[in-house]
């Protein structure tokens, strides 16, 4: 999971913000050690068993919709024939991401994409899907104000981009069993959290799994993340993981 494509200006913002030459990359690594992207209908479809996918598959998301998706990430995926999925903020298309201000130290706010950068990138294989109305902290919200989020989101979506609005990615990845039950009422298909983790078969549809990527990640962080299925890519994870993975094998324990 990305969100913003492009040159973080502190500290906070390199957590959430990756470099363009940094995802270019990400990408070729990928790419180089035999990973490929699928579509997010692909990637639904393997987890109700109705297909298989090659081992080395993954699904590429984008949260929010920054202008540095559509000015820095696109060029590199169109590269490749590289689907991916981003999801909008509905009253926010075409404006800025005023929810950060109060978080960026800087208070400073970046630009997210507009209709006419949504529409270029539908016809090149990109997806968009819901990321609520304002981007809140979804289980603040009175029952009202829920619903509202959830499906205004989606009817503000379909009626600009002309095409179903079924997923949901939860704001901050905040949701719990009322806001659950929430999406499932307003018509969504299955939605994604930010808890790091493997999507396996049988799993919840509305608390899918995602790995988050920092602006701090180089590329072979990165690739232990993704075999790691965690948001540590450190080399101290990664050998402590297979120290342990050794352990299990001779039968033995970490103490």
Known sequence: MYHR???????????????????????DLLRARGWHAVTLRQFLDWLDGSVELPAQSFLLTFDDGFLGVHEHAAPVLQSLGWPATVFLVS????????????????????????AHHLRELQSCGFRFESHTRSHPDLPTLDDDALGAELAGSRAELQDLLGSPIEYLAYPFGRHDERVVQAARNVGYLAAF???????????????????????????????????LGSNDGSVAKS?????????????????
Do not use: Q
Not at 91 to 114: F, I, Q
Not at 194 to 212: A, C, E, I, K, V
């Open 193 to 227: 959290s930010t808890r790091p983790g493997f999507n396996r078969d049988g799993m919840d549809r509305f608390r899918l799994r995602r790995l988050d990527v920092f602006g701090t990640d180089t590329a072979a962080a990165l690739s232990r993340k993704i075999r």
């Open 239 to 255: 050998l402590k993981y297979s120290a342990n993975r050794l352990l299990a094998r001779m039968g033995l324990t970490a103490s």
């Open 91 to 114: 009253t926010l298309v075409g404006k800025r991401d005023t929810w950060c201000e109060a978080h960026n130290p800087s208070g400073a706010t970046y630009p997210l994409m507009d």
């Open 5 to 27: 494509i492009g040159d973080a200006h502190n500290d906070w913002e390199r957590k959430y913000c990756v470099s363009p030459s940094r995802f270019a990359e990400h990408m």
